[in-house]
């Protein structure tokens, strides 16, 4: 009896190899599955075997055949095909010997066995696909081609590299349903859960007809890109030149894309269309669009008498109201105007009425944005004198400054009470430094700024905000600041000229710490810069930049077989 | 009863200490690599190769040593090993003062490669150094043995295989002896027919062959170790090594860059294989040649590693049961392949020894396809995350164990 029950224990301990969460291989290498309340038991008997999906379906390999079977053991795919990889994001790839193919977690066909290429669905739901003769085309997750084959679009591969072939697959910024095909000039957009799409053909001959008259081939026009969409509304600008007519100029148009994919022009607008070849065009210069927001648009011009107009324009492209200038609405629904009788700025709601009165000479806006910031403060002249004020007409900062300006750190303000030296304050007025700087160089983040101090040489100071501490960095210049990492402060600075030596520049972090000097050209300590400015702070000495120029440079040179290189291609 | 059930306590015990024991892991040394190209300039696909080269990813089972120089250029046909170009470029020099990350100029070193790659204490380290402990100092001689001596170079002289010549040359071969064939066995039977039939066959081959939609390299691997014994480690430690400037070791150190060498350890050809284009853009060339360029020299190292013992590689056992070791085709790995599974132990000098404890091999039809892009054309076997073995012999296997493979292989 004892002997028996020896038996049976030590059995049943070398049977069992393997218990996790149901799946187990017993002592010959066989897969199984067996879950805690038995009610799916499947006996060792696969070579290969993973967990169940959702669905209830788990892959299984015998004898170098792959297939799918059900929690019962029954067979959903036989065993028949070459390959299965494991579920991802819900979809298996099949090999078989026709090709790739793709079923669901259901172990069903979305794409059966013929393609050569089939690349993870993306956010929006979407992948690409190739023939196994390199057309390509963009599928749903139900395996619909929503992107016609024979068009060749980019993709990313396993290295995350973008493997270009023209025509481009882009997304919107910020819309991922949206994406388009530069080559095909097709813009794809899912509406109700299903794609859609317009062709850029469709739109451009909408405003060439409108805005020059011509449509068709005796047209070139430039499509400045799609804007992003705003309340369902594209904006497009184009930069048209037109054969045999000596026309150019710029048209902007607002669309309303459709679920049913029509195309409505809303409003356009053209900027001289008729200048004559030879003349110098700016039309970028002068000419301010803004996208839709709280169901406005926005589009100001040169009229033809040299002034400026802006016009607000409704989601029917109703034009509804003009002022001599406006900013565009931003998201809460205000918007600064020029007031079109006495040529004052204020700002106005979504109906048109003022919530500051149009009061003042001149206005900024933080960081140079297009619309008034959310938080609604903005700086403004009154009387000659700059202050701020925020959107309940409250003031922040006295109206007392000869100059004033926003610093590209958050709601840091530039001010001088003399406009000839300079201090800090932030946007509620509390001081930082006071007014000792003969200039202050914009920075990206509260920490520390750099600037020359007044009457003290002109050597350039970087100043930690929070300490009050300024250092000399012994640099003549500042050029750039980049926006980096936590490990640099939050931004790097470039300056450059070091003790009347031209050649030599630096790049500073936020902490004022010194990242790496000696740098030849200025342009390197920039790339340098943008280079390592997500990376974790690494502290780089001239010889080390030397060998990371090196690497970056010798690598790719070519050098015979029987050439002695020269010692400063090596870096060691 | 009381005994049985004593026993079946002990029993189940012991089977659940020894399900859930673990070594403590012990991370072991890879060797450093340096890999050069030779291009040949005179042949189609030479630049393709040529930028693909130095985007190509480091075979995963070593560390980069790259230099600044990478690629090396030959008008002529045959293959290039390179030996001219690092003998005359005194690379072996460079290797070293890599490790040591010395400066050209002034001679000043350091050892913080060597700590970070050898996952030495790092105070322990810098306190050697400075006191200069050259002789008897484990940790400095396992450094030497496990890292400095297994720094290795591999000259990838790189050659397009023109697949249409091929086919040409292949139809032209396959026609003569198929017209022979036609001749001989219409002289023997009387009959044409059979001839043509033959005939047939060899332009049905051709069209094959010429249908290829592939990019063929064949690559000749040459490989070079550093040469790094206590003779030369102790010239390097007591004459050239400094953690300041010094201008009298730059200048020893640039007058005798000849006691540092390279020796020639053997080479590989790669089979030149079929590389499938499922999962590739055929519009895309590039990818194609960085397919076949990284697969070959894969090859080529994972044969050079399976030839040569100081070039082969240890990996870790993931899991126990199954045995699962995350290496797989790149390495070559066949169901033929044994592997035996050594267990690491660490001294009190902190030096890290092994002992076989056990043979395994590869269980049939799960070998875990980890080469280059398999992922892409869904290759049997590429989403598995490691191989799954068996056991041929031995004892006890727990996670955290390294295998090593068998030179006595049959693949």
Redesign the interface.
């Known amino acids: 009896m004892r002997k028996r029950i020896y038996i049976i224990i030590i059995t049943l301990l070398a049977i069992v190899h393997y218990l996790n969460a149901g799946l187990y291989v017993d002592n010959k290498g066989k897969y199984g599955y067996l879950d805690e309340s038995r009610a799916i038991d499947i006996p060792c008997k696969y070579d290969y075997m993973t967990e169940f999906t959702e669905k209830g379906v788990a892959i299984v390999q015998k004898r170098n055949k792959w297939g799918c079977i059900d929690e019962n053991g029954k067979p959903v795919l036989k065993l028949r095909y070459l390959y299965i990889s494991n579920f991802e994001d819900g979809f298996a790839k099949v090999s078989s010997e026709d090709g790739l193919g793709l079923i669901n977690e259901e172990g069903e066909f979305v794409l059966t066995t013929q393609w050569g290429l089939i690349k993870p669905f993306n956010k929006s739901g979407i992948a690409i696909v190739g023939t196994k003769d390199g057309e390509m085309g963009v599928i749903n997750r139900k395996g619909n081609i929503v992107c016609g084959l024979g068009k060749k679009i980019s993709y990313y591969d396993s290295e995350y590299q973008r493997i270009d072939i023209t025509p481009n697959m882009d997304t919107v910024p910020g819309f991922p349903e949206y994406f388009y095909i530069n080559d095909s000039e097709t813009f794809y957009y899912k509406a109700k859960g299903k794609f859609k799409y317009v062709r850029r053909e469709t739109l451009r001959n909408i405003i060439m007809k409108a805005a020059f008259n011509c449509q068709g081939t005796d047209a070139m026009p430039t499509i400045s890109g799609w804007s992003d969409f705003q309340d369902g509304i594209i904006k497009l600008t184009a930069t048209v030149t037109v054969a045999n007519s000596s026309k150019i100029g710029v048209a902007i148009a607002y669309y309303n894309i459709k679920e049913d994919k029509t195309v409505e022009l809303l409003r356009f607008y053209k900027y001289k269309s008729e200048i004559e070849k030879g003349n110098t065009f700016k039309g970028t210069d002068i000419f301010l669009s803004y996208k839709f927001n709280c169901g406005y648009g926005c589009y100001t011009y040169i009229d033809q008498q040299g002034n400026t107009k802006s016009t607000i324009i409704d989601k029917y492209g109703k034009r509804v109201k003009y002022f001599n200038s406006a900013f565009g609405f931003n998201k809460n629904g205000y918007m600064i105007v020029k007031d079109s009788v006495n040529g004052k700025y204020g700002v106005v709601n979504t109906n048109f009425e003022y919530v500051i009165n149009p009061e003042y000479d001149d206005v900024k806006l933080f960081r140079s944005e297009p619309v008034l910031p959310p938080y609604g403060k903005f700086l403004a002249k009154k009387d000659g004198n700059w202050g701020e004020i925020d959107i309940n007409g409250k003031i922040m900062i006295p109206f007392k400054m000869k100059e004033t300006f926003y610093s590209t750190a958050d709601g840091l303000v530039g001010y001088s009470k003399d406009g000839e030296k300079f201090g800090l304050m932030n946007d509620n007025g509390k001081l930082i430094t006071s007014c000792k700087f003969k200039t202050i160089y914009t920075s990206l983040s509260s920490k520390s700024v750099c600037g020359k101090l007044a009457g003290i040489g002109g050597k350039i100071y970087a100043y930690n905000l929070s300490t009050g501490d300024s250092t000399e960095t012994g640099y003549d210049f500042f050029y750039d600041v980049i926006k980096a990492g936590n490990d640099y402060g939050g931004q790097i600075f470039i300056l450059g000229t070091k003790h009347n030596n031209d050649s030599s520049y630096a790049l500073i972090d936020g902490n004022l710490n010194l990242i790496l000097d000696d740098i030849s050209k200025k342009n390197d300590a920039i790339a340098i810069g943008q280079e390592i400015r997500e990376k974790p702070f690494v502290k780089m000495s001239a010889i080390d930049y030397k060998r990371y120029k090196l690497l970056k440079s010798s690598a790719f040179r070519k050098y015979h077989t029987s050439d002695v290189v020269s010692e400063s291609d090596w870096d060691y | 009863m009381r ?2 059930l004593l ?2 306590s002990i ?2 015990l012991a ?1 659940v200490s020894l399900w859930g024991k673990k070594i403590e892991d012990i991370d072991y040394k890879r060797s450093s690599i340096y890999s050069i190209l ?2 040949h ?1 005179d042949q189609k696909y030479a630049a393709n190769i ?1 930028d693909v080269f ?2 190509m ?1 480091m075979p995963d089972k070593y560390n980069e040593h ?9 008008g002529n046909t045959t293959p ?1 090993d ?1 030996s ?2 690092l003998k ?2 005194h690379v072996a020099s ?2 070293v ?2 490790w040591f990350n ?4 002034t001679g000043e070193c350091n050892t913080e490669l060597i700590k970070e790659r050898g996952l030495y204490n790092a105070s322990e380290f810098d306190k050697m150094m400075a006191e200069q402990i050259i002789r008897g100092n484990s940790m400095l001689e396992d450094a030497g043995e496990e890292l400095i001596a297994n720094t290795f170079v591999i000259v990838n002289d790189i050659r397009y295989i023109d697949a249409e010549q091929q086919a040409k040359a292949g139809a032209a071969a396959a026609a003569v002896f198929a017209g022979i064939l036609g001749a001989v066995t219409g002289a023997v039977t009387g009959s044409r027919d059979l001839g043509r039939a033959v005939t047939g066959i060899g332009v049905a081959a051709a069209g094959i062959i010429s249908t290829i939609k592939g990019f063929k390299v064949i690559v000749h691997t040459y490989l070079y170790q550093l040469e790094w014994n206590d003779e030369i480690a102790d010239y390097f430690y007591n004459n050239i090594y400094s953690a300041v400037p010094d201008r009298n070791k730059v200048a020893l150190f640039n007058s005798n860059k000849d006691a540092f060498k390279l020796k020639y350890i053997g080479k590989q050809i790669s089979k030149g294989r079929d590389i499938s ?8 060339p590039d ?1 194609m040649i960085i397919k076949a360029c990284t697969r070959a020299i894969d090859e080529n190292c994972a044969n050079l590693a399976k030839n040569f013992e100081q070039f082969k590689i240890k990996e870790k056992i993931v899991t126990a ?2 045995i699962i070791v995350p290496i797989g085709k790149k390495e070559e790995i066949t169901e033929n392949s044994r592997f035996e599974v050594l267990e690491a132990s660490e001294n009190k000098d902190g030096r890290v020894t092994y002992r076989q404890v056990a043979i395994i091999k590869p ?4 070998i875990w396809d980890n080469r280059y ?1 398999a ?10 995350n490691g191989t ?1 073995f ?1 056991k041929v012999s031995g004892g006890e296997i727990v996670p955290g164990m390294l295998v090593r493979e068998l030179k006595s292989s049959k693949n």
């Open positions: 005994k049985i026993l079946l029993v189940i089977n030779v291009n300039t040529r130095c985007k990813p790259n230099l600044s120089v990478r690629i090396l250029t030959t290039n390179g001219e170009f005359k470029n460079r290797l003062g890599k010395r400066n050209q100029q284009c499922m999962g590739v853009n055929l519009d895309t990818q049961s199954p269980s049939k039809g799960l892009m992922k892409e054309e869904n290759a049997i076997g590429s989403s598995l799954s068996y």
